[in-house]
């Protein structure tokens, strides 16, 4: 794609939503996205692909320089004008459903211009993930020393699995899949459909993953988080809940279920870290004998998205639990058909010949044909007969 590709001033509905993933889910094809998003992750700009808006308006740079995000180029490459750096005031300035324009870097509703902004485009977007990537050394650094903390804060429960909660779903010796609503999630959960079927595993829903697993036409076992973007319909759905709660007790999602009238049967996990990890935890902890993760975070690019308070824990979880766990892309490879439903028609096809050919070597097998034949010959009689023309009188 190149600049002129992109609109130069697209008109459309203001949805305004400091929180990407909570405006995804009311945004309209056409609606005018309004973010607060610091370094648009990959994650956040592929939902925001998916409700195909006319534009995303960010209050915040969408690349801050801190790492080579992927974000931005995905909203690009999909045709969505991207504007950032718009400040925080247009949240004041705006009001979700109002009516506005976006004309190249500038925002107007009917009473003229609200804010203005810097305009994205491929070569900006480019130039701006080029002064990111020298900037990567800083962040292993930092890495490094949120790693040393996370680990001295929660060495017990990485070591020797203190402080996992006890759990009605029964995992020991049980294959487990985790899902995530990340990284390429419904791709995976349509090619691990085989696996699921042979394997029959426990699933385990991270928060907005529970609703994942749901649409792909499964039922979560265990929805684990602390419940702030999943449904009320997932909640409902007879699944065990693990509240990820502070280590000093407090946990916020409780009062959702409270509210909900399902936080008597909940079970609340203190633990530092992302609710991906103690998912893992406790999974590996309760004796799980493989656990298989969708939509988890894994590379480099991944564990920056997530942000530098996530990342260590999501590493050392890793580390933790070992071989035990295998990326839903890889058990997607060695369930992939390789046979085509075409190669599979003329292999029936091959095997009638040869069936048909050793009959035909045989006595019996030639009377049979014989017979067949006749059977044939009297059916083609009768419908000949059916449809010819009889003569006057008869």
């Known amino acids: 794609m190149n600049r002129t590709d992109l609109p130069q001033s697209v008109t459309g509905t203001a949805r305004l939503g400091k929180r990407t993933k909570d405006l995804t889910k009311r945004l309209q094809p056409g609606d005018i996205a309004v973010i607060d998003h610091e370094d648009i992750d990959r994650v956040a700009a592929e939902a ?67 804010a203005r902004g810097t305009r994205q485009d491929p070569e900006t977007i480019a130039a701006a993930l080029e002064a990111a990537r020298e900037g990567l050394s800083e962040q292993l650094e930092l890495f490094a020393q949120n790693t040393m903390e996370y680990m001295l804060r929660e060495r017990d429960l990485l070591l020797d699995g203190i402080g996992a909660p006890d759990v009605r779903t029964r995992l020991e010796g049980r294959p487990v899949l985790i899902v995530v609503r990340g990284y390429h999630y419904k791709e995976d ?17 991270v ?40 280590r000093d007790g407090r946990a916020p999602g409780m009062e959702r279920l409270e509210a909900l009238g399902l936080a008597k049967n909940a079970i609340a996990f203190p633990a530092s870290g992302t609710s991906e990890d103690i998912a893992m935890l406790l999974a590996d902890e309760k004796g799980a004998s493989v656990i298989v993760a969708v939509g988890t975070h894994g590379t480099l690019e991944e564990f920056l998205d997530k942000g530098r308070a996530g990342m260590s824990s999501t590493f050392l979880t890793r580390l933790r639990i070992g071989s035990k766990l295998v990326d839903a892309k890889g058990v997607s490879r060695l369930y992939r058909q390789r046979i085509s439903t075409f190669q599979l028609v003329l292999l029936a096809l091959a095997g009638l010949a040869a069936l048909a050919v050793a009959l035909w070597a045989t006595p019996g097998g030639q009377a049979l044909v014989q017979i067949l034949g006749a059977r044939i010959d009297s059916v083609l009689s009768w419908f000949t007969l059916l449809f010819s023309p009889r003569p006057p009188g008869s």
């Open 48 to 114: 925001l692909v998916d409700r195909r808006p006319a534009a995303v308006l960010n209050a915040a740079a969408s690349t801050s320089g801190r790492y080579p995000n992927a974000g931005p180029q995905i909203l690009v490459d999909a045709g969505v004008l991207l504007v950032d750096n718009l400040g925080a005031a247009v949240f004041e300035d705006l009001h979700d459903g109002e009516h506005i324009t976006v004309d190249g870097a500038s925002v107007h509703h009917e009473d003229g211009e609200v």
């Open 189 to 205: 959960l349509a090619t691990l459909r085989p696996f699921l079927r042979e394997n029959r595993p426990v699933i385990i829903g």
């Open 207 to 246: 928060d907005g993953g529970a609703d994942a697993v749901i649409e792909a036409g499964f039922h979560p076992d265990m929805i684990i988080g602390d419940m702030d973007s999943v449904s009320d319909r997932a909640l409902r759905s007879g699944s065990e809940l693990v509240v990820h709660a502070y």
